[in-house]
T-cell receptor, first 109, second 114 residues
């Protein structure tokens, strides 16, 4: 069974204090690893797809990296508007997505 | 970017009634759409995979007679919660794959059953 574990569950950051979120996974036949941002009461907003170990992608203050066992989402110099829950998901060989429980990030001005 | 819409965004109904939720891909065709349920402070749980022109594939433990899925066109999938009860109250979200891009989610539908 595919498993996705995200840590830490919750994180409070001062504005400008860079940090990283971790997503550890076990999956049968990884087709892709996805990062999403979810705000309260809204659907997940697509951020990145990573397909193979060593791949990196960036978008504004966010950078996602992938190894064979885990992925990191680095938040550089965060701003209050980066406050959200960040979800990690893996897609297996049967095209099914398994989600972690999320990293709840609060950035304090 | 790709857009997936849902309607309604919020619905309140009485116990025993049926509720239909629509999921549309607005600027692309989606042969496959996915339906998820999310309880407060929990992650998304896949309910079923909706395939255009064929029967949906349900995850273990999801009652197919209670959660009816229809994918009648390349841009529309519907989820009908039949004979809804308070325990069906949840946040329902659909998603669709955009080829060579990613999997995009709709804004979600908040269902409250009284």
């Amino acid at each position: 069974e595919d498993q996705v574990t995200q840590s830490p569950e919750a994180l409070r950051l001062q504005e400008g204090e860079s940090s990283s979120l971790n997503c550890s996974y076990t999956v049968s036949g990884l087709r892709g690893l996805f990062w999403y941002r979810q705000d309260p009461g809204k659907g997940p907003e697509f951020l990145f797809t990573l397909y193979s170990a060593g791949e990196e992608k960036e978008k504004e203050r966010l950078k996602a990296t992938l190894t064979k066992k885990e992925s990191f989402l680095h938040i550089t110099a965060p701003k209050p508007e980066d406050s959200a829950t960040y979800l990690c998901a893996v897609e297996d060989g049967n095209n099914r997505l398994a989600f972690g429980k999320g990293n709840q990030v609060v950035v304090i001005p | 970017g790709a857009v997936v819409s849902q309607h309604p965004s919020r619905v309140i109904c009485k116990s025993g009634t049926s509720v239909k939720i629509e999921c549309r891909s607005l600027d692309f065709q989606a042969t496959t759409m996915f339906w998820y349920r999310q309880f407060p402070k929990q992650s998304l749980m896949l309910m079923a995979t909706s395939n255009e022109g064929s029967k949906a594939t349900y995850e273990q433990g999801v009652e197919k007679d209670k959660f009816l899925i229809n994918h009648a066109s390349l841009t529309l999938s519907t989820l009908t919660v039949t004979s809804a009860h308070p325990e069906d109250s949840s946040f329902y979200i659909c998603s669709a794959r955009v080829l060579l891009a990613g999997i995009y989610f709709g804004p979600g539908t908040r269902l409250t059953v009284l």
